[in-house]
């Protein structure tokens, strides 16, 4: 709305508590018990025994107090005092108020946020996706990056673990599907129940582990026992796969550790196949090392998971972890 003459200014107005005059000229002046410092004579309203006195002549201000040019009784009567403020001072805003455009550049600084700014908020519980976003300095302006663009490549993701400590005739390592492009399963330390025997593997398809005469394996073994012997082994249409070519023995220091890589199991186009590199311990025939690749013969289904198995008896201790490449 338009106005005659200058526009009004707010001011912080607050009335000084009720005074209890005597005989002195120096009053303190509070609001609610608080000292209050107004900014000059100027800026107060003071009614003395119903008159308002002219500020400087009749009265003067020193810090939180108000200074009568002669002293007062106690029959004297200080009606009110109200503080009118700096003409520029808006006193405390209402909530929702302040825009941000009424912030000034740089105002806010690290002396003002909280030291719980990050630890006070909800923690994330697995890796970020690719769409958030992370704050970094690009020499030296603030910007956001996507987490997509600076999480990298080929990193192995934990999927699951599966752990044998009895005997289990057959293990199941489930999970996989079109969430990475290839799977690994790390085994560690498996020990068979019975002596002189092979670890096995079935593909898993349709949530069934296929036990038909459909594999095609491969292996080449690489011994040490005072001699180094090169072993070719092939086997078609057999209803597992070996994936060591040499018995493994039960003995307690005899065991076996490696990995499996399982190639694009979810496609539909391509035969399914794996890769396995095992190191074992037998102590008829110290270690060995085997290289093993298998093949999977009937159709192009997709492949959800493998099954293990040793050639006879249970297996007794394991641990499987399943990883997604991506």
Do not use: W
Request: charged residues 10%.
């Amino acid at each position: 709305m338009a106005y005659i003459g200058s526009q009004p200014r707010l001011g912080n107005f607050q009335a000084c508590d009720a005074i209890t005059t005597s005989a002195t000229a120096t009053f303190n002046l509070l609001v609610g018990g608080v000292a209050i410092f107004p900014q000059s004579a100027q800026h107060c309203l003071v009614s003395l025994n119903g008159v308002l006195q002219a500020p400087i002549s009749s009265y003067t201000i020193s810090g939180s107090t108000i200074i009568f040019a002669s002293a007062l009784t106690t029959d004297d009567s200080i009606d009110f005092i109200t503080i009118l403020g700096d003409t520029l001072d808006l006193g405390t805003p209402s909530d929702g108020t302040v825009a941000t455009t009424k912030i000034a550049a740089n105002a806010v600084t690290g002396a003002k946020l909280n030291t719980d700014i990050i630890s006070a908020q909800t923690a994330l519980a697995a890796e970020p996706a690719d769409t958030d976003e992370f704050l970094v300095s690009d020499a030296g302006v603030l910007k956001r990056i996507d987490y997509s663009l600076i999480k990298g490549g080929g990193s192995m993701n934990l999927i699951s673990t599966t752990t044998v400590s009895s005997g289990t005739s057959t293990v199941d390592i489930t999970g996989m599907d079109s969430t990475y492009k290839n799977y690994k399963i790390i085994l560690t330390n498996l020990h068979p129940a019975t002596d002189n025997v092979s670890l096995n593997c079935r593909f898993i398809i349709g949530g069934s582990a296929q036990t038909g005469a459909y594999y095609n394996y491969v292996n080449h073994v690489i011994q040490h026992a005072g001699t180094v012997t090169h072993v070719l082994n092939s086997s078609g249409d057999a209803t597992s796969a070996k994936l060591i070519h040499s018995s493994q023995g039960n003995a307690n220091v005899e065991n076996m550790s490696g990995e499996i890589t399982i190639f694009n199991p979810s496609e539909t186009t391509f035969a399914k196949m794996l890769q396995a590199d095992i190191s074992y311990m037998n102590t008829s025939a110290a270690s060995s090392y085997n290289i093993n690749t298998t093949y999977y013969t009937n159709g192009t289904a997709a492949m959800t998971g493998i099954q293990f198995l040793m050639s006879s008896g249970n297996i007794d201790n394991a641990i499987f972890k399943l990883y997604g490449i991506s």
